[in-house]
């Protein structure tokens, strides 16, 4: 099956220590870009061409989900199509441009208004020919092996392929009202020929059509591996001729810096694949490139590559899961060692930005404008009564007995995570899973006399709360050994100042269809650099009109973490934003 059931929450809850596709080919590129980018989570402006890429694929699926009527000939069905590629077109081109303009952050130095439509046009064009090419292939083969299965009504595939007038495949149905209920058919009735009849042109569209991702469905649309550690979300699959065929598009074309990492990440889509099904092993595996109209093949791994990506991707995700505490240090530290300030790369990779920044290159690295490189260069100092971002406690240590358990429920993210409570005297505290699955054995502990070792203190609706993951330990407490810190003394909040150097909004609808939105910009203090998010009524215009560049001040910010770094979370009535403050001083460094 192209999708799978996601194990552990919402589009809101996806793992940053989680394997992906384009994970894999970041850290192939440049560690530390990766560390950076997907761990810290720090955005870059966008640009003109993430947005185009969007919504060409969209495009291009969208003009797939139609079903064709009678065709007499291929160039009939071509013109039917070349139509709804134009009518695509514009509608994409109206979806980037308001997408463009949304942006909090984007590349000032482009201006969406020199993207023609008409470029929009020739790379549908482009997509088209290549899903005619299979088309062709499907009627000289008179349909395939399942022609006569379809023209049933009944389709060979446990998950469908998209299309108007049939019922979409939801990963979690009973998350979805009245599902069952609406009349799918109604506006797009599609009439089979009759069984051992000539295969039409239309029938050949239907039968070749590949699966993609459903733009009715909001929930995620991916393979999940058996274990968790690693997703993947594919764009095309083509198995109408009884083979699986994994497809990835691109917007460009094949000689693009970032060609080289097709490979990486098909290869890992077959992989994926491979541990998620049982049957219909992959054939191949190919890039479609919509600028070129390039169909670019590779071969799928054998047996014996399978099971040595097994050890290389555990192996991977392993270093990623270990990668970081706290703080992160920014700029990079020359020589160092440490997981998350490895030696920054000389900047030839592609996409490196924030990686390159270290502090004797300034000037150019980065993804600054003038004014942040200003800020960066300026340094700035902490006063009273904030405190530097590297001297918020990470780890602590607390005793007590464990009273209640419960779980997998779901945390601010919206996702189910275990739970119990610890009680200490007279003071209660709640213990959670830093994240799903950070600590699976959490129910398994003993109840009573335990010391909780490497907690995360942090704070949810104004209670302070304890965080475990795979560094955290729970065993009995031996009576000679100390308590720890006391649960009244945990530090659930934080004063902190610095320089905004990254900012961006995600908007999005949950698995039961309910709509989240998050905003999130990192804050710099001269020496480390931490994530501040705000959901929902907390996100306010002074917060969505912040740019790199613009000093803050957080007061009463909430101690959060995410993968075992700082996250600090906006409380709407008890954190105070000062904007601009007269109190900061800047000075070299």
């Excluded at 002074?542 to 560049?549: D, W």
């Amino acid at each position: 099956m192209p999708v799978g059931t996601p194990p552990k929450g919402g589009p809101l809850g996806r793992s940053r220590s989680r394997l992906s596709a384009s994970g894999l080919t970041t850290y192939l590129r440049c560690t530390r870009q990766w560390y950076l980018n997907r761990k810290v989570g720090i955005s870059s402006p966008k640009t003109i061409g993430q947005v185009l890429g969007i919504v060409i694929e969209d495009a291009l699926c969208n003009i797939m989900m139609n079903r064709p009527g009678p065709m007499e000939s291929i160039e009939e069905l071509r013109v039917w199509a070349e139509e709804l590629a134009n009518e695509q077109a514009q509608s994409a081109w109206d979806i980037g441009l308001e997408t463009w303009e949304n942006s909090l952050w984007k590349r000032t130095d482009s201006d969406w208004s020199t993207v023609e439509v008409q470029d929009f046009k020739n790379k549908l064009s482009n997509g088209l020919e290549l899903f005619f090419e299979e088309i062709q292939r499907c009627y000289d083969e008179n349909g395939g092996p399942y022609l006569e299965q379809f023209r049933t009504g009944v389709e060979p595939y446990d998950i469908p392929t998209p299309k108007n007038g049939a019922k979409p495949h939801f990963p979690v149905p009973e998350k979805v009202r009245s599902l069952d209920a609406r009349d799918w058919s109604k506006e797009h009735a599609f009439e089979w020929m009759e069984p051992d009849s000539p295969i039409q042109w239309n029938e050949a569209w239907e039968i070749a059509r590949p699966w993609f991702k459903d733009p009715r469905v909001h929930q995620p649309q991916r393979m999940f591996h058996p274990e968790g550690w690693a997703a993947g979300e594919l764009d095309l699959v083509l198995r109408w001729d009884g083979n699986i065929r994994l497809v990835d598009i691109k917007s460009g074309h094949s000689g693009g810096k970032f060609s080289e990492s097709l490979q990486h990440q098909l290869r890992f889509y077959a992989w994926l694949w491979e541990r998620t099904h049982d049957q219909s092993p992959v054939k191949n595996m190919e890039g479609w490139y919509l600028s070129s109209k390039e169909r670019i093949l590779y071969e799928a791994p054998s047996n014996e590559e399978l099971t040595s990506m097994d050890e290389e991707f555990f192996s991977i995700n392993n270093i990623m899961r270990t990668m970081g505490e706290g703080a992160s240090i920014l700029p990079a530290i020359a020589e160092s060692e440490t997981p998350d300030t490895t030696n920054a790369c000389d900047g030839t990779s592609p996409g490196c930005g924030w990686c390159s920044l270290t502090q004797s290159n300034m000037e150019t690295a980065g993804p600054m404008d003038d004014k942040l490189r200003k800020m960066i260069i300026e340094g700035n100092s902490i006063s009273s009564p904030c405190v530097p971002l590297g001297e918020i406690p990470s780890r602590v240590n607390v005793s007590g007995n464990l009273i209640a358990q419960w779980g997998p429920l779901p945390n601010h993210f919206n996702e189910p995570v275990l739970g119990a409570m610890l009680q200490a005297g007279e003071a209660t505290i709640a213990i959670e899973e830093a994240e799903p699955g950070a600590f699976l054995h959490l129910h398994d502990s003993q109840q009573t006399n335990v010391i909780i070792e490497n907690a995360l203190p942090g704070v949810w609706r104004d209670q302070p709360r304890l965080y475990v993951d795979q560094h955290s330990n729970i065993r009995v407490r031996q009576e000679d050994e100390p308590k720890g810190t006391r649960i009244g003394l945990l530090r659930t909040r934080a004063n902190v100042e610095g320089v905004v150097v990254a900012i961006r909004q995600q908007n999005g609808v949950r698995l039961d269809g309910k709509p989240w939105s998050m905003l999130s910009f990192h804050l710099w203090d001269g020496e480390h650099i931490v994530e501040v998010v705000a959901f929902g009524s907390a996100i306010s215009e002074r917060l969505r009109s912040m740019r790199p560049g613009d000093r803050i001040r957080l007061i009463g910010a909430e101690l959060g973490w995410r993968a075992g770094l700082i996250q600090l979370r906006i409380d709407v009535r008890k954190t105070r934003i000062e904007h601009q403050t007269p109190a900061f001083t800047t000075k070299s460094i």
